[in-house]
């Protein structure tokens, strides 16, 4: 009878106890938090970048590669998918092609520059203020020729990609001067939402900027990238828009830009911007 007791009570003292605080009380285990994002190591595929040197098409260029005509730091290449870095040699036919270095930029626009590449009234550029920059740079949504501020110009046409999706939601803050006095009604229906030709648009915010009865200046933030939305959804509600000034994109601000200057962005900063776009696929 005791090597029974002595079983039962060895069998009780085999269970494991959850763990417990000093009260008894069940502790709770710590919630797993989710991997952070890898950011972009730079490296294209091997089609991709065929394509882009203007040799062909992506559907040529795996052709191609798949052909052993495609050379990668001296070893031929026929693996579908394979990536190559800034710093690879690659050849293509016996020709050596150039890479062509990423770059990132930020401009505080000034008045009177279009900044769409393509203006069929030939109006002044704001990469004619780039001076003697060797990359050809995509202004990344665009600001109207009298709008100024924050604008973002890149070669990274992936990154380019990702901000302007529309399942992107890129931060964007304005400051906005109009002829006559906004109602608070009409700044509550900008956040609720103004329905136009492309749809419901809706600003985040749109608040009036100091105090006093001048309620002509207005503060917005919105995350649409549809063209020249701010302008149209005032001009919609019948404001005229005497001046438009994009203060932040993204992350990025003016602060120590003059007007018409530029600046390359840092390391940090292109991280950054980077980081902020991988929720999206593409």
């Known amino acids: 009878m005791k090597d029974k007791k002595n079983n ?35 490296k294209i595929r091997l ?8 040799i062909c098409s992506r559907r040529e260029a795996d052709v191609l590669i798949q052909t052993g005509v495609v050379e990668v730091n001296g070893k031929i290449i026929t693996e579908m998918g394979f990536k190559v870095a800034d710093t690879d040699k690659i050849v ?31 109006r002044r550029n704001v990469v004619e203020l780039l001076g003697k920059l060797k990359q050809s740079v995509i202004p990344v949504d665009p600001l109207g020729k009298d709008a100024t501020g924050v604008l973002f110009l890149t070669n990274d046409e992936e990154l380019v990609k990702r901000l302007i999706h529309p399942k992107q939601h890129i931060k964007k803050i304005y400051q906005i001067a109009t002829s006559t006095n906004v109602s608070k009604t009409h700044l509550q229906q900008l956040i609720n939402g103004v329905d136009l030709e492309n749809g419901l648009t809706k600003m985040q915010e749109a608040t009036h900027v100091g105090d006093g009865e001048n ?23 019948g404001y005229e828009v005497s001046k ?30 980077k980081m902020s776009t991988l929720n999206v696929k593409i």
């Open 8 to 42: 039962s009570s060895d069998k009780k003292k085999s269970f494991t106890k959850k763990p417990t605080n000093k009260r008894g009380d069940f502790k709770k285990r710590p919630p797993r938090q989710a991997p952070l994002p890898k950011v972009d190591d730079g």
């Open 92 to 122: 293509c036919g016996g020709e050596t092609l150039r890479h062509e270095k990423k770059v990132y930029l930020l401009m505080n626009k000034p008045k009177g520059f279009v900044s769409s590449l393509n203006d069929p009234y030939n």
């Open 47 to 54: 089609n991709k970048f065929l394509a882009n040197a203007g």
């Open 215 to 237: 309620k002509k200046l207005i503060g917005v933030e919105i995350h649409s990238s549809k063209n020249n939305i701010v302008k149209k959804m005032f001009e919609h509600l």
């Open 244 to 273: 438009l000034d994009r203060v932040y994109y993204a992350g990025l601000t003016k602060k120590n830009l003059a007007r018409g200057q530029w600046r390359f962005l840092t390391e940090e900063e292109v991280n950054l911007l």
